[in-house]
Protein backbone atom coordinates (compact mmCIF):
# COMPACT_ATOMS: atom_id res chain seq x y z
CA UNK A 1 0.00 0.00 0.00
CA UNK A 2 0.85 3.76 -0.53
CA UNK A 3 0.88 5.87 1.84
CA UNK A 4 0.62 9.79 0.53
CA UNK A 5 0.86 12.93 3.06
CA UNK A 6 -2.21 14.26 1.69
CA UNK A 7 -5.10 12.06 0.09
CA UNK A 8 -5.45 15.11 -2.56
CA UNK A 9 -1.83 14.11 -3.44
CA UNK A 10 -2.76 10.52 -4.02
CA UNK A 11 -5.44 11.64 -5.72
CA UNK A 12 -3.67 13.67 -7.90
CA UNK A 13 -1.42 10.40 -8.52
CA UNK A 14 -4.48 8.34 -8.94
CA UNK A 15 -5.68 10.60 -11.99
CA UNK A 16 -2.40 10.89 -13.84
CA UNK A 17 -1.40 7.47 -13.78
CA UNK A 18 -4.23 5.05 -13.71
CA UNK A 19 -6.36 4.17 -16.81
CA UNK A 20 -8.54 1.48 -18.11
CA UNK A 21 -5.86 -1.15 -16.92
CA UNK A 22 -4.86 -0.16 -13.79
CA UNK A 23 -7.52 -0.30 -11.42
CA UNK A 24 -5.26 0.78 -8.20
CA UNK A 25 -2.73 2.89 -7.33
CA UNK A 26 -0.90 0.34 -5.70
CA UNK A 27 0.19 -1.16 -8.92
CA UNK A 28 2.46 1.63 -9.20
CA UNK A 29 3.91 1.31 -5.32
CA UNK A 30 7.67 0.43 -6.36
CA UNK A 31 7.65 4.12 -8.18
CA UNK A 32 7.30 6.01 -5.17
CA UNK A 33 9.33 6.62 -1.83
CA UNK A 34 8.47 9.37 0.47
CA UNK A 35 11.85 8.79 2.17
CA UNK A 36 14.06 12.64 2.36
CA UNK A 37 15.10 13.19 -1.17
CA UNK A 38 18.90 13.74 -0.13
CA UNK A 39 19.05 10.20 0.65
CA UNK A 40 17.11 9.31 -2.11
CA UNK A 41 19.73 10.95 -4.53
CA UNK A 42 22.95 10.09 -2.56
CA UNK A 43 21.37 6.53 -3.18
CA UNK A 44 20.71 7.51 -6.85
CA UNK A 45 24.36 8.74 -7.67
CA UNK A 46 25.74 5.24 -6.30
CA UNK A 47 23.33 3.28 -8.88
CA UNK A 48 23.21 5.48 -11.76
CA UNK A 49 25.51 4.02 -14.20
CA UNK A 50 24.13 0.09 -13.13
CA UNK A 51 20.67 1.48 -13.58
CA UNK A 52 21.74 3.44 -17.40
CA UNK A 53 23.70 0.02 -18.27
CA UNK A 54 20.57 -2.19 -17.21
CA UNK A 55 17.75 0.59 -19.27
CA UNK A 56 20.16 0.39 -22.34
CA UNK A 57 20.04 -3.13 -22.63
CA UNK A 58 16.42 -3.21 -22.12
CA UNK A 59 15.33 -0.36 -23.92
CA UNK A 60 17.99 0.67 -26.32
CA UNK A 61 19.82 3.93 -26.66
CA UNK A 62 16.93 6.12 -27.04
CA UNK A 63 15.35 8.91 -25.47
CA UNK A 64 11.94 7.96 -24.02
CA UNK A 65 11.03 11.68 -23.08
CA UNK A 66 11.25 12.37 -26.55
CA UNK A 67 10.56 16.65 -25.67
CA UNK A 68 10.46 18.78 -28.09
CA UNK A 69 14.33 19.81 -27.44
CA UNK A 70 15.13 16.24 -27.79
CA UNK A 71 18.48 15.63 -29.40
CA UNK A 72 20.22 12.65 -28.71
CA UNK A 73 23.56 14.22 -29.36
CA UNK A 74 23.35 15.53 -25.96
CA UNK A 75 24.25 12.39 -25.12
CA UNK A 76 21.96 10.34 -22.41
CA UNK A 77 21.38 10.17 -18.48
CA UNK A 78 18.78 8.31 -16.57
CA UNK A 79 15.34 10.72 -15.18
CA UNK A 80 13.11 9.46 -12.82
CA UNK A 81 9.74 9.80 -14.15
CA UNK A 82 8.05 10.49 -11.12
CA UNK A 83 10.32 13.19 -9.77
CA UNK A 84 12.21 12.13 -6.60
CA UNK A 85 10.47 15.50 -4.96
CA UNK A 86 8.11 18.28 -6.33
CA UNK A 87 7.02 21.43 -5.24
CA UNK A 88 3.88 21.08 -7.89
CA UNK A 89 1.49 19.96 -5.93
CA UNK A 90 2.26 22.55 -2.81
CA UNK A 91 1.90 25.19 -5.34
CA UNK A 92 -0.98 23.89 -6.96
CA UNK A 93 -3.43 21.86 -5.12
CA UNK A 94 -2.38 23.81 -1.46
CA UNK A 95 -1.66 26.97 -3.04
CA UNK A 96 1.28 27.55 -0.87
CA UNK A 97 3.52 30.61 -1.68
CA UNK A 98 6.96 31.02 -1.49
CA UNK A 99 8.45 32.72 1.56
CA UNK A 100 10.77 35.81 0.77
CA UNK A 101 13.74 34.37 -0.86
CA UNK A 102 13.12 31.00 -0.77
CA UNK A 103 11.29 28.32 -3.03
CA UNK A 104 7.84 26.62 -2.33
CA UNK A 105 9.20 23.56 -0.19
CA UNK A 106 8.80 20.18 -2.22
CA UNK A 107 7.55 16.65 -1.30
CA UNK A 108 9.38 13.79 -2.00
CA UNK A 109 8.00 11.35 -4.38
CA UNK A 110 9.52 9.34 -6.61
CA UNK A 111 11.64 6.29 -5.80
CA UNK A 112 14.93 4.71 -7.69
CA UNK A 113 13.13 1.49 -8.16
CA UNK A 114 13.87 0.32 -12.10
CA UNK A 115 10.04 1.09 -12.77
CA UNK A 116 10.37 4.76 -12.10
CA UNK A 117 13.99 5.32 -14.32
CA UNK A 118 13.95 5.94 -17.83
CA UNK A 119 16.62 6.88 -20.24
CA UNK A 120 16.29 10.29 -21.29
CA UNK A 121 18.43 12.90 -23.92
CA UNK A 122 20.56 15.33 -21.62
CA UNK A 123 18.65 18.22 -23.37
CA UNK A 124 15.08 16.41 -22.40
CA UNK A 125 16.56 15.67 -18.89
CA UNK A 126 17.62 19.22 -18.25
CA UNK A 127 14.28 20.61 -19.68
CA UNK A 128 12.22 18.57 -17.37
CA UNK A 129 14.01 19.10 -14.23
CA UNK A 130 11.41 18.54 -11.41
CA UNK A 131 8.75 18.41 -13.20
CA UNK A 132 5.85 16.07 -13.39
CA UNK A 133 4.83 14.90 -16.89
CA UNK A 134 1.26 15.33 -18.17
CA UNK A 135 -1.18 11.87 -17.85
CA UNK A 136 -0.80 11.20 -21.60
CA UNK A 137 3.30 11.65 -21.53
CA UNK A 138 3.62 9.49 -18.53
CA UNK A 139 1.40 6.73 -19.70
CA UNK A 140 2.85 6.94 -23.24
CA UNK A 141 6.26 6.60 -21.55
CA UNK A 142 4.59 3.70 -19.66
CA UNK A 143 3.61 1.72 -22.13
CA UNK A 144 6.94 2.03 -24.03
CA UNK A 145 8.57 0.46 -20.62
CA UNK A 146 6.23 -2.50 -20.68
CA UNK A 147 6.00 -3.19 -24.02
CA UNK A 148 9.53 -3.83 -25.55
Given at each position: ?5 F ?13 S ?13 F???D ?9 R??R????K?V????C???L?C ?23 I?N??A ?5 V?T?SF ?14 CNNHK ?6 S?K ?11
Amino acid sequence: MIEFQFPEDQKYFEDLLLNSKAFSISEFRTMFDFRLPDIKRMEFNKLRNQRLKSLKEVHGVRCMLNLDCCDMNSGVAVDHLIPISSNKLNKEIRNLKAEKGKKVKTQSFGSNHFDNLIIACNKCNNHKKHRILSSEKIRSILHQKNNI
